[in-house]
């Protein structure tokens, strides 16, 4: 069973934009909303890496490196996290990665979606 379901990576030049989303479709809303949802990603080589965070009250936090250029997003009804992606630079390739953290749910990854840019 798949508790969390990426998708929207893909391949894209320098420059454009992606929409990465996150879907946790057996988690009751209650579950959901106490949540610290967080995007992170791996490049090759490198350890994995926090992109972006939001807490349940709904504060975010951005690393240095995709300030100004990601945005993360949460829709409750839809028990899902996005993660908007525009001026997109040939390191911000990798693989990246859904993740809950909550008093209920204990330290989830999703499967992981690859996100390739070309310069």
């Known amino acids: 069973q798949v508790d969390l379901v990426e998708s929207g990576g893909g391949f894209v030049q320098a420059g454009g934009s992606l929409r990465l989303s996150c879907a946790a479709p057996?988690?009751?809303?209650?579950?959901?909303?106490?949540?610290?949802l967080g995007w992170y990603r791996q490049a090759p080589g490198r350890e994995r890496e926090l992109v972006a965070s939001?807490?349940?009250?709904?504060?975010?936090n951005y690393a240095d490196s995709v300030k100004g250029r990601f945005t993360i997003s949460k829709d409750n009804r839809k028990r899902s996290v996005y993660l908007q992606m525009n001026s997109l630079k040939p390191e911000d390739t990798g693989v990246y990665y859904c993740?809950?953290?909550?008093?209920?749910?204990?330290?989830?990854w999703g499967q992981g979606t690859q996100v390739t840019v070309s310069s």
């Open positions: 939001i807490i349940p009250g709904g504060a975010t």
């Open positions: 057996r988690q009751i809303l209650s579950t959901f909303t106490s949540n610290t």
């Open positions: 993740h809950h953290n909550g008093p209920y749910v204990n330290d989830k």
